[in-house]
């Protein structure tokens, strides 16, 4: 691990060589906001823009996505100019105006200064949840969980996550991570009793022996007793009671 | 088979020596253009012409037709061509026409003036390359191989010089290769420019024990057709260039994306690659050098974002054709995040040149930032439209007024589109601009790849900007927020404006959305997208504020924006208009002046386009 000093809105900063601008100014305590960075994903998309900051490295000074830029020796980076301001806040208006009802996408836009989004709302399918399309729950199924049930369908405006052919996917296991990952709650997810419901598919929920909660669905049971060999009698308890 | 293995630097020689040999011939040899344009307007028939034609006179000991059918001979609005190797050129030739060309041209060495080319003012008639100016204002660098070879026929290719220059770089210290790629100032034709030898240094510096070489095929713009013609015409250039750069960065692998869209591109470079294969000039121990690489081809999944050279990668390795962000170039990891060197088809082709005859000569070509020649696609309203080669700092006015022979119709040049999507328009009045690409960055435009669309006043530049727009929109991969948002939010407002529906401050809220696509998209396509609306915005504000605070078009092109009618005192009641009209809303009796029934009128524009003594207004 290479140590380095970089600068952040003029301070000097210790790092780690590679490390992403995003994650060295959180921890020395500057605020950068985000929506589709999660720190245990490493693919790194730098989809939504909404971390842009203004770097300068050999005399060059751009915008950059601070999730995946990783330091290097000599990097200055600011993280509040106008610039950076003004197109952070063009991007917000943009996911405002599509996903007007989001919860999150108004308080950040409301964070950056904007009542309403100038743009005509598009009433059609595209604003039929509240996906900004950042394709995290994606890599959340492959990188973490491992199944890769659901991918980016789509393209331009229409792009958004599905399982294949939008059809109930076999090797879905129902753990909805890509639900707990989502950014802005758009993934629908619903337990009702012993079956929960998610892409389409209902999964049948384990039982907790002690407080019969329903906790766990079997699919999940099954996947992680294949992939670590763990008992499947671990499960008859929640996590609560075991 | 017959094992054809080259073994040696020497053997290629001799092997050169021998067909050239074999191909001496009595008669001028008939080169029968074979690229789409001219297939399209049905050039295989002449080729067959002309083979029964010398099948019946018993003449086909001594004319190396072959069905010479080449590569894109660049005059398509005049196809099909047929040229002679010698400065002779016809244009629309039809199969009638060939037992006369036959005994005149072929046997007697007479030129058959009335198949030349009629310049629309003089009349006068030309069929010498020299004399028509659309060939006569070019250099064909690039292009001369497409007029001359049989794109199918690797005998062809190497009895012309073809991978001399690859004999020539196996004696060559790799770095001494980069040093020259790097002295001629070759940069990247695809668009960006950037200098080749510096990313083939960068590529070279990187510790790895695998490389790749990457030939991007992929092109997209609208208009835009060097690259196929360049594979279709001259595939063995392409290849031969790459194996020099493989050999300069200490490649192995290789791979050329075209796209699937080209079908005839696909099956042309297939075939070269094959032939290259068998005659030991890819695959293992190339010319028994002890060097390897070989070529794969990749079709192309039919995006326009696949052109990106990381979504090309990423295309390749047979995952979803996304951008990834770059601030790790690919000379340090490209595909299969292994160390990688992607350049365009026409800077490939560029590449033997540049080893046969040195870097200083090619630099004598071009200007001091930009040297070389350009492949145009050169497209749009002007007289004389195809594929043209031109020395780099050309000004647009000689392209668009020497080359392509001024406006059709007699109409005003108005302005010309460079660069494809990510391009701008840039205005007559800057028509004296030097094309490069420094030059046409700062105007607000680009090099791109090189698609020239020259427009006349009866172009609305409001709706060019919507069109380009529109198709970025369609085209966006969606992975990043600013364009894939964006675009549509663009879109949206061009066409409220073209629509009668725009509002003030409509020009300074697209301004807006522009700067955060240039800031803020990932991606070169989704930064690049304003330059349509900026650039027209730069230079045809005006035109913007017509259509908003007048509701006017002023080209009269925004359907809801014009009324037609009949100049009373121009009309002489010659009937066409009415017969033409969809609508059948135009009445009059005859030698009497003409009506439109503005109520049944849908804008079509026709009767404007038939009338002869131009009476049908538009305002």
Request: charged fraction near 25%; hydrophobic fraction near 35%.
């Amino acid at each position: 691990m290479e140590k380095i000093t970089i600068k952040i809105n003029g301070k000097d900063i210790e790092a780690v060589k590679d490390q992403s601008v995003l994650e060295v100014a959180r921890e020395n305590g500057f605020a950068i906001p985000a929506l589709c960075f999660h720190p245990e994903i490493e693919t790194r998309a730098g989809s939504c823009r909404v971390c842009l900051v203004e770097v300068s490295q050999n005399g060059r000074t751009r915008l950059v996505t601070s999730c995946n830029y990783p330091v290097r020796k000599g990097l200055e980076v600011r993280t509040d100019t106008d610039l950076v301001r003004r197109i952070r806040k063009g991007v917000v208006e943009l996911l405002l105006s599509r996903t007007p009802d989001s919860p999150v996408i108004q308080k950040l836009a409301r964070e950056n200064g904007i009542e309403k989004s100038r743009f005509f709302v598009d009433e059609g399918e595209h604003y039929r949840n509240r996906c900004i399309a950042c394709s995290l729950c994606t890599q959340v199924c492959e990188e973490v969980v491992g199944v890769s049930a659901i991918s980016m369908l789509d393209r331009g405006r229409d792009k958004a996550p599905g399982t294949p052919y939008l059809k109930p996917s076999q090797v879905c296991i129902g753990c909805g991570a890509c639900a707990y990952a989502c950014p802005t709650d758009a993934i629908s997810m619903i337990d009702e009793g012993e079956v929960r419901k998610i892409w389409g598919r209902e999964f049948k929920m384990v039982t907790c022996s002690v407080c019969g909660k329903p906790y766990i669905p079997e699919a999940q049971v099954d996947w992680i007793v294949k992939t670590t060999g763990k008992d499947r009698s671990f499960f008859d308890k929640c996590p609560d009671h075991r | 088979m017959v094992n054809r293995k080259l073994q040696s630097v020497a053997a290629l020689e001799s092997y050169r020596a021998k067909i050239a040999e074999s191909q001496k011939n009595e008669y001028p040899v008939i080169y029968v253009c074979g690229g789409t344009p001219c297939l399209a307007k049905g050039s295989s028939a002449v080729a067959e012409a002309f083979k029964k034609e010398i099948e019946s006179q018993g003449l086909a000991c001594k004319i190396e037709l072959r069905h010479k059918v080449t590569g894109c001979q660049g005059f398509c609005s005049k196809g099909p061509v047929v040229s002679f190797g010698n400065d002779i050129v016809y244009l629309e030739v039809k199969p009638e026409h060939v037992p006369e060309i036959i005994e005149k041209t072929v046997k007697n060495g007479q030129v058959i003036e009335s198949l030349g080319y009629k310049d629309p003012q003089t009349k006068k008639r030309s069929a010498s390359f020299q004399g028509i100016p659309f060939y006569a204002h070019q250099k064909g660098m690039i292009l001369k191989g497409l007029r001359e070879i049989d794109p199918f026929e690797i005998d062809d290719y190497i009895a012309r010089g073809g991978y001399a220059s690859l004999a020539k770089a196996f004696s060559i210290d790799p770095d001494k290769i980069i040093d020259m790629i790097t002295e001629s100032g070759l940069r990247g034709r695809g668009g960006g420019g950037f200098p080749a030898g510096t990313k083939w240094r960068s590529c070279r510096a990187i510790d790895s024990e695998v490389r790749y070489v990457l030939c991007n095929g992929d092109e997209g713009d609208p208009g835009a057709f060097m690259d196929r013609s360049i594979m279709e015409g001259n595939p063995h250039a392409v290849i031969e260039g790459m194996i020099v750069g493989a050999w300069a960065v200490g490649a192995h692998h290789g791979y050329a994306y075209i796209r699937d869209e080209y079908p005839l591109a696909v099956k042309v470079m297939k075939k070269a690659v094959e032939d290259a294969t068998a005659m030991g000039l890819l695959g293992k121990n190339i010319l028994g050098t002890g060097f390897d690489f070989d070529i794969k081809i990749t079709r192309g999944g039919g995006a326009f974002v696949c052109g990106e050279s990381s979504a090309l990668m990423r295309s390749i390795e047979g995952k979803v054709g996304e951008p990834r962000a770059k601030y790790i170039r690919s000379v340090e990891k490209g595909l299969y995040d292994l160390p990688t060197v992607l350049n365009n088809v026409e800077t490939w082709a560029n590449v033997p040149l540049i080893i046969n005859n040195g870097p200083q000569w090619y630099r004598e070509t071009g200007t001091e930032g930009s040297p070389g020649t350009k492949v145009f696609s050169l497209a749009g309203k002007a007289v004389n439209t195809g594929l043209v080669e031109v020395p780099m700092g050309t000004t647009i006015r000689e392209l668009v007024e020497k080359v392509g022979g001024g406006i059709r119709s007699g109409r005003m040049f108005k302005a010309v589109q460079t660069g494809g999507p990510s391009g701008g328009c840039i205005p007559e009045s800057l028509a004296d601009l030097p094309i490069d690409f420094d030059s046409l960055s700062k105007a607000g435009s680009m090099m791109g790849s090189g698609g020239i669309i020259v427009m006349d006043e009866a172009t609305c530049m409001v709706d060019v900007a919507k069109y380009f727009i529109s198709f970025l929109a369609e085209e966006s991969c969606g992975k990043c927020t600013p364009c894939r948002d964006g675009l549509p939010r663009m879109k949206q407002i061009l066409t409220d404006i073209t629509e009668g529906r725009g509002k003030e401050g409509d020009i300074e809220l697209l301004e807006e959305l522009c700067d955060v696509l240039s800031y803020g998209a990932l991606c070169g396509l989704g930064s690049s997208a304003p330059n349509p609306v900026l650039s027209t915005i730069k230079y045809f504000r005006e035109e913007y504020e017509a259509h908003i605070r007048d509701r006017r078009c002023p080209a009269g092109v925004c359907r809801n924006l014009v009324t037609f009618h009949i100049d009373a005192d121009a009309c002489t009641g010659c009937t066409l208009c009415a017969k033409q009209c969809p609508q059948a809303c135009i009445t009059g009796e005859r030698k009497k002046a003409h009506v439109i029934d503005q109520s049944r009128c849908i804008k079509c524009g026709v009767c404007r386009d038939v009338c002869k003594f131009d009476a049908v207004r538009v305002e």
